[in-house]
């Protein structure tokens, strides 16, 4: 049997592979704006609503709450129905949900709205990525897969930039800011019109016309379904939650949950109450507390220049290994100064910050490489649901973690959940760099569905 040609893995990078990477951001950069501009309204809504410490970890967990259930329900259903048409109803959703988050009235209602934009963000993940990854060239895969997460560092940046400006536009001003995130979710929406179906994912459905369609619309008339390769065939029954627990899969999983949860805790607490950990570090006034927190965020993003250039050149499994072991040694040294003060304790962050920026992009680049296409958008939510637990906990627990062991004993938490990771990501991380998605999933199937069929114009 001749191995098959692969036009999707092989193709050249191409307009239209440039502009999937760019409106699939849409997604995580919204996702990166609209947690961290919670923690600088929380300073004007606080007041306003008269918030309790336990009222503001509530608000500030309501969204990965509720990014656990985006994940894991739309995940599936992304499997079941499609990329595309949850490509654009996610967006729908992000843009009301952050305008009726701008109205809200009560706690309740304020919560409430957060958990429900939690869902659509985490719906995304899965959407967005699954769609990307059967689009792109191998030699590309992972770092323009990463590039869509490192966005949401750049999202959250901007949030903290929104927040200092709108920081003397009176008590109502957090109004402004947890609605602001609908301006992009209808930008991204209008970008997103138009975007063709995944072939792979087409062809897993036994929609072999339009499949075809796709092919000769992205990469030209002279092709068929004939040049290219897919991990599934049409005999593919739906995906079930299940199906990623089979067979060897289930290491897999549980590599990603781990992996995922450990990297997400530190950084969404860290995110979401940046000015409050600022704060407890001894620091004071707007440029220390606005301008601290937009600088962490832009360390974010300026660690994942390398982290991007060198996940094809030394893979994703060193990348993962070096940037846990960073975070552990940073995070913990503090914990050891007597009576340390505010400087080496936001050296630490600053050196957190680069470093987690360097490989938190994995998150999106791993699952979407290591599962086949009938359960990819399936297993990329669940990862995202897992890691959301966790970082929920943190995040509810996080004003009560920095009053309780102070900033160096809550950023020595952040390392041993780190160390967590890389014992995990040690044990259990396979290399995928510069494989086709056909070589990484073909062979670990779940054993009901592992025998791949070959007919004659049929993808194996």
């Known amino acids: 049997m001749s191995e098959p040609s692969n036009l999707i893995d092989d193709a050249p990078l191409s307009r239209f592979h440039k502009k999937l990477t760019v409106f699939s951001s849409g997604g995580p950069f919204i996702d990166g704006y609209s947690l961290s501009i919670i923690g600088i309204a929380l300073i004007t809504m606080t007041p306003a609503l ?51 988050n701008g109205i809200a009235a009560e706690i309740w209602q304020v919560v409430l709205c957060r958990f429900l934009l939690g869902m659509a963000i985490g719906a995304d993940y899965p959407i967005a990525t699954s769609l990307l990854a059967e689009f792109l060239p191998k030699k590309y895969r992972g770092r323009l897969l990463g590039a869509t997460f490192v966005v949401w560092a750049v999202g959250a940046a ?23 995130p609908a301006i992009f979710a209808v930008i991204t929406l209008l970008c997103r019109l138009g975007t063709p179906e995944s072939p792979r994912w087409l062809l897993s459905r036994g929609r072999r016309d339009e499949a075809r369609a796709v092919i000769k619309q992205v990469y030209g008339h002279q092709y068929d379904l004939s040049d290219i390769s897919s991990d599934s065939d049409a005999n593919t029954k739906p995906a079930r939650l299940t199906d990623i627990f089979k067979g060897e899969l289930w290491k897999r999983t549980l590599f990603v949950s781990i992996f995922w949860t450990a990297q997400v805790i530190p950084l969404f ?86 470093a987690s920026g360097a490989s938190s992009f994995l998150e999106v680049v791993y699952p979407n490489e290591l599962f086949p296409t009938e359960i990819r958008a399936t297993a990329v939510g669940f990862g995202t649901a897992i890691s959301r637990v966790g970082s929920a906990a943190s995040t509810y627990l996080m004003p009560a973690a920095i009053i309780s062991f102070g900033a160096a004993g809550s950023l ?19 290399e995928t760099a510069n494989k086709t998605l056909h070589e990484l999933t073909t062979k670990i199937k779940p054993a009901k569905q592992a025998a791949i069929k070959v007919t004659e114009g049929s993808l194996p």
């Open 50 to 100: 008269k918030l309790t410490t336990g009222e503001i970890g509530m608000i500030g967990a309501a969204s990965l709450v509720g990014i656990f259930f985006g994940g894991a329900i739309f995940g599936w259903l992304t499997d079941k129905i499609g990329r595309h048409k949850m490509y654009i109803a996610d967006l729908i959703a992000l843009a009301a949900f952050s305008l009726l």
């Open 269 to 354: 607490a860290v995110y979401t109450f940046a000015p409050d950990l600022l704060s407890s570090f001894g620091l004071t006034g707007d440029a220390n507390l606005y301008g601290g927190s937009l600088l962490i965020s832009m360390l974010f993003v300026i660690g994942g220049i390398p982290g991007l250039w060198l996940v094809e050149r030394i893979g994703r499994r060193k990348l993962l290994l070096w940037s846990f072991g960073v975070i552990v040694v940073a995070l913990a040294i503090p914990a050891f100064i007597h009576n340390v003060q505010a400087a080496p304790l936001f050296i630490a962050l600053a050196i957190f910050a680069l």
């Open 158 to 180: 901007a949030a903290f930039g929104v927040g200092y400006l709108l920081r003397n536009f009176g008590p109502d001003a957090w109004r402004i800011m947890v609605a602001s």
């Open 412 to 430: 020595l938490i952040g390392a041993v959940i780190s160390l967590v990771g890389l014992v995990a990501t040690f044990i259990l991380a396979p």
